[in-house]
């Protein structure tokens, strides 16, 4: 039987796990149902790539799978501690049920492979044997990531689920799920370096084992690093790909509808003394043509919105913007908005969306803000957007892309935006908005 601390150790990470399998479990289980009850259901598919079939049952499964570690670790340390066919039977056990587990987690957790390496830091003895071992667990680590699993499968995250709360309840959320797999991290390096300790008697064996870690880190690292480049490159790849179709597809509509339109007027210009009511009927025709036309450019250009515009609808889109920035910098941004339903047609919520996206990244950038503040409210026909932020501000404003940017896009919508730069600075735009109207 292995000493006192050594069993205080695993059952403080068998207790972790615990914690981080039944969170992401019944966490999913509970959001699903007030999904449903919201009737939002429909909605919330349309936002993600997959979803869990029985969330339920993953939790009555997941609790069963966990039980046979407790009872696998039970006869391991108090029952069969110095049979070794025993021990080597249940780390076994540990580790197909560990995987298991994973899978059935949509692999949002992974962390339960470092109980199964701290069992074989223990009862390893042989240095071949004990690395070998460890090094199918750490590679059982990697390609259980969530991550490099999702660019070839369709996979539910519990990000998504997350996300389906407010701001703040998203960032009680993440830190306590962060917190809890941090730690789990950290008392399995403590407690290797604490087991090493006590086997071999030598501070060597420590830095030998940090070392390797370290390196396999640097070559972790280094082979996300060009998984990442892999990754964008092919994005990119797509993503020209697909904007030259589209380049090509609006082009041809385009052409196709003002050649139609040039031609009927050209008919017109020729029958209408002859014929007045054989010019009103072109004129029908051309007018039907256009409208058809319009439509079609619609279809190509919705194409190109922005993604989260695409998964989600305007205003959820905005809190998913306002929470990656807070998360990425130390600016606090208070949203709020005075419409109640924030949909509009495709061409106002892609304004809306890249004038508050471009009014934060330029306050934040240029303007060192901390507080931003981000109001919507509704008018006679229009909305007024505002953006303003306690930054260094800008008596002297020169026109950059930024502003330009912002400026190009609201004059599109008909629209005016205004800058003050007196105190913080502050993007104020009146945007026409075609209330009523049905869109393709």
């Keep these: 039987m292995q000493g006192k601390k050594f069993i205080y150790f ?31 259901a429909r909605e919330f598919i349309n936002t993600v790539d997959a979803l869990p079939w029985k969330p339920f049952r993953n939790i009555i499964i ?49 962390g339960i492979l470092f109980l199964v390496m701290a069992n074989i830091v223990t009862y390893t003895k042989g240095t071949k044997a004990r690395y070998l071992l460890m090094l199918i667990s750490v590679m059982g680590i990697l390609i259980a990531d969530y991550e490099m699993i999702s660019i070839n499968f369709k ?34 390096i403590i407690y290797c370096i604490y087991v090493i300790q006590n086997q ?36 990119k790849m797509g993503e020209t790909k697909e904007r030259n179709r589209l380049a090509r597809e609006i082009h041809d509509t385009i052409g196709h509808t003002l050649t139609g339109i040039s031609a009927g007027i050209d008919a017109c210009i020729t029958m209408v003394e002859k014929s007045p009511e054989g010019t009103k009927k072109q004129l029908e025709i051309i007018s039907r043509v256009t409208r058809e036309g319009i439509n079609e450019i619609r279809r190509s250009v919705n194409k190109l919105r922005p993604d989260a515009i695409e998964r989600l609808n305007l205003e959820s889109a905005i809190h998913q913007m306002i929470i990656e920035i807070e998360l990425m910098t130390n600016t606090h941004i208070y949203f709020e908005s005075d419409v109640k339903n924030l949909k509009f047609a495709s061409d106002e919520e892609d304004a809306i969306y890249r004038v508050i996206q471009e009014s934060l990244t330029n306050a934040i950038r240029h303007g060192k803000a901390t507080q931003i503040w981000v109001h ?64 393709d």
């Design 10 to 40: 695993k059952i403080l990470m068998i207790v972790i796990n615990l914690i981080a399998v039944l969170f992401v479990t019944i966490f999913i289980y509970i959001t699903t149902q007030k999904i449903c009850n919201n009737f939002i």
């Design 62 to 110: 997941s609790a069963c799978l966990f039980g046979m570690l407790i009872f696998s670790f039970i006869i391991r340390e108090f029952i069969y501690p110095n049979n070794s066919r025993v021990v080597y039977l249940t780390l076994l056990i540990d580790f197909i049920t560990s995987i298991i587990t994973i899978c059935i987690l949509n692999f949002n957790y992974n």
């Design 376 to 439: 919507i409210k509704g008018g006679e026909g229009e909305i007024i957007l505002t953006v303003k932020d306690n930054g260094i501000g800008c008596k002297d404003m020169k026109k950059g892309f930024g502003t330009i940017h912002i400026m190009e896009r609201i004059k599109m919508l008909n629209g005016t935006v205004g800058f003050d730069g007196t105190d913080g600075f502050t993007v104020t735009a009146r945007i026409p908005i075609r209330w009523g109207e049905e869109y």
């Design 155 to 188: 996979l539910y995250s519990i990000n998504d689920y997350i996300s389906f709360y407010d701001s703040m309840t998203q960032q009680y959320l993440l830190g306590f799920y962060n917190t809890v797999v941090s730690t789990n991290i950290l008392i399995f």
């Design 200 to 235: 071999r008697g030598t501070i060597d064996e420590v830095n030998n084992l940090y070392n390797q870690l370290r390196k396999a880190n640097e070559d972790l690292q280094k082979a996300n690093e060009q998984l990442k480049e892999y990754s964008k490159i092919t994005e």
